[in-house]
């Protein structure tokens, strides 16, 4: 059973980890900036004060990371905490990601076309294809804006209501929420401003990789 400690700890070391201090992550999640500070870890009558699952929810999904991220955080030693700016990543922008020469069948970056970009991200995450999306135009509004930096996993194991990059047979690239998953079909939900539902046959997808970090 974790301890009240650890879970202020794992908070801090997540924080840590994506390059921001406590009250800079809780400011990320549209938190009071506050949420996190150690005065508010104890109550007024010396009662410990533990995170609200809301507040949990919010920071892992600005951050990209999963409860089983989290948990590993709160396992760890501090020696062995990932720390933050460690990976330089591919990144290509969406005009240009549809081009079959930038990703292999499996959704790996090739090519020489891709830029750099330094992933602040947790470095415990042990996939070496991740890959980086700049956002061109606006027909992700008011998801994401252009300019936005989207880091996919290709190896994340993907579920119901993340945040997805999906690349068709056709070679078009697209960025949606996975609504359903079977055998036959993926049923997703685009993100601009209709919302509006796609179901493809699995045999028209080439791959599928996971959104696990958003720097907007």
């Known amino acids: 059973m974790f301890s009240h400690d650890d879970m202020w700890r794992a908070i801090d070391r997540l924080a840590d980890s994506h390059g921001y201090s406590p009250s ?42 999963t409860m089983s991220d ?17 990976q330089t990543i591919p990144m290509i922008n969406t005009a240009m990601a549809g081009k079959s020469t930038h990703f292999s069948t499996d959704g790996h970056p090739i090519g020489n076309s891709w830029d750099d970009f330094n992933f602040p991200g947790l470095s415990s995450l042990h996939d070496e294809n991740l ?9 992700l ?6 300019g936005d930096v ?26 949606h929420e996975l609504r359903r998953q079977t055998a036959n079909r993926v049923e997703l ?17 080439s791959w599928i990789a996971r959104i696990i970090w958003v720097s907007q």
């Open 24 to 65: 800079g992550l809780a400011k990320k999640a549209g938190l009071d900036p506050t949420t996190f500070n150690k005065s508010k870890r104890i109550s007024s009558d010396g009662k410990p004060r533990w995170p609200s699952t809301e507040s949990l929810s919010k920071i892992l999904a600005v951050t990209g990371a």
């Open 70 to 86: 989290f948990i590993a955080l709160i396992g760890q030693d501090d020696d062995n905490v990932p720390r933050s700016g460690r």
């Open 131 to 139: 890959f980086a999306l700049e956002i061109i135009g606006h027909a």
């Open 141 to 146: 509004m008011p998801a994401y804006r252009e």
């Open 150 to 175: 989207l880091v996919a996993s290709p190896q994340a194991h993907v579920r119901r209501g993340d945040r997805v990059v999906v690349r068709t047979r056709h070679g078009d690239i697209l960025i």
């Open 189 to 205: 939900r685009m993100l601009g401003p209709d919302g509006n539902s796609v179901s493809l046959p699995v045999d028209d997808i």
